[in-house]
């Protein structure tokens, strides 16, 4: 049976989040190119996870922008970003390509709540352990395009896959609000999930009245 467009769609965003964060990551003596030691450049890669993943915690529960929204946002800044590399100074390259990771890591850590909402629970653990593999598949994909490009032209397909990625989450992802809905995506409580669903007997279950 053929793979649904959504699924495709939540591949491809991790895909291109894994090839991304560890494609600039590993591309670190790469981008500073003597202006910036390795340290530094280095330090600064992975101080920047700590703010980014405190504005993904915050854009996905935001109640206007919510779960797509705040991912296609997100990735169409980090391709943006990492696109326009090549236009500024040599000396801030590694900044350039920073902020681009910036982006893109909070949107990975993104994706994996939304990727939970969007499954049902009847396929949520076997989808997620598809879109994983397809992570795993771009961070395999990246030290191999540090090794075949140049810097200039890593970043453009860098800032070109999220785009994609962006423009498919747009394309053919739902929205799904903060504290679930239905189709069996996650609630943030039991009424919730009895109101919607009808389960008297799971809570009587859960609450130990049933044994």
């Not at 670190?28 to 330090?43: C, D, K, N, R, V």
């Not at 009424?191 to 609450?207: K, N, S």
Request: aromatic share 10%; proline share 5%.
């Amino acid at each position: 049976m053929l793979l649904s467009r959504q699924t495709w769609a939540m591949a491809l965003l991790w895909f291109s989040a894994a090839l991304v964060y560890y494609g600039i990551s590993l591309a670190g003596s790469m981008l500073s190119a003597g202006t910036t030691p390795l340290w530094e450049s280095a330090s600064m890669s992975a101080l920047s996870e700590v703010p980014a993943a405190l504005l993904s915690s915050y854009v996905l529960e935001h109640h206007f922008l919510g779960r797509r929204r705040s991912t296609f946002a997100l990735y169409v800044m980090g391709g943006a970003t990492c696109v326009s590399l090549p236009l500024f100074p040599l000396a801030a390259a590694p900044a350039v390509a920073i902020l681009g990771k910036f982006f893109i890591t909070a949107a990975f850590d993104g994706i994996y709540v939304y990727a939970s909402e969007v499954f049902e629970v009847r396929v949520r653990g076997s989808a997620l352990g598809l879109c994983s593999s397809c992570a795993r598949l771009g961070s395999i994909a990246a030290p191999q395009a540090l090794a075949l490009l140049s810097t200039n032209h890593i970043m453009q397909l860098f800032g070109g896959s999220a785009l994609v990625a962006a423009a498919a989450c747009a394309a053919f992802l739902p929205e799904t609000r903060p504290g679930g809905t239905l189709d069996g995506r996650l609630y943030q409580s039991l009424p919730g999930a009895e109101r919607d669903l009808d389960l008297p007997l799971q809570r009587e279950i859960i609450t130990g009245t049933i044994l």
